[in-house]
């Protein structure tokens, strides 16, 4: 592939994200994994529901150690729906009770990101709103047996099936709700190292 970007600094991804990985891959910049296990992922009760993916992000940041020639990109995800800060689901009976309080209803995903450098640090949230049809007990089963709910914000995959199937409209990046924005990281990316 040929470099959109030419880059100054060594990107770094701090994530185990497929999705993530394929994501920043498609912008064209190169970049390294590095990943570091246990990283605390808990929040203030008291934060807004619009601060949290950013919060993580941070913290999740704030646990490497980078050179003058890095750049680091964290991010988090979270879906809230009526309220409710919907994570990863523990376990089937999680990610079922998910799937049903976003059934019929519009709902937020909300990314936090983290672009740090020795120099500075970057940090935004993007907002998606995403609307599902009412969808049956059959349809949520069946996700939930053919595909992995469990490592996804709000029990869902967008570009899985149940994307498919169930999304009747959304506003703002859909790459947000696969868990990068990466059209706002480009744009950032190019601010920071304008080579």
């Known amino acids: 592939m040929v470099e959109m970007m030419k880059m100054e600094k060594k990107i770094i991804l ?16 190169p970049f390294e994994v590095k990943t570091i296990d246990g990283i605390d992922e808990s929040y203030p009760d008291n934060l807004p529901p619009e601060k949290i993916a950013e919060y993580i992000a941070n913290e999740k940041a704030q646990a490497y150690v980078i050179t003058p020639d890095e750049l680091l ?4 995800t979270i ?8 994570g990863k689901p523990h376990d089937e ?5 998910m799937l049903k309080s976003i059934s019929g209803k519009t709902h937020k995903v909300i ?3 983290c672009l740090l450098t020795a120099e500075r640090k970057t940090l935004f949230s993007v907002v998606t709103d995403v609307t599902f049809k009412r969808l ?5 089963s069946y996700y939930i047996s053919n595909y992995a709910p469990y490592d996804k914000a709000g029990a869902y995959g967008i570009q899985e099936w149940i994307g498919y199937v169930g999304v009747t409209s959304i506003s703002g990046s859909y790459f947000n709700v696969m868990g990068l924005p990466v059209q706002r990281i480009y744009e950032e990316i190019k601010r920071i190292d304008p080579s």
Not at 14 to 29: F, T, V
Not at 79 to 86: F, M, N, P, S
């Open 79 to 86: 879906v809230v729906c009526d309220g409710e800060i919907l």
């Open 14 to 29: 701090a994530s185990n994200s497929p999705r993530r990985r394929q994501l920043l891959e498609g912008l064209g910049i």
């Open 73 to 76: 990109i964290t991010a988090d």
């Open 93 to 97: 009976a999680d990610a079922r009770r």
């Open 136 to 140: 049956t007990d059959a349809e949520i």
């Open 111 to 113: 990314t936090g990101v």
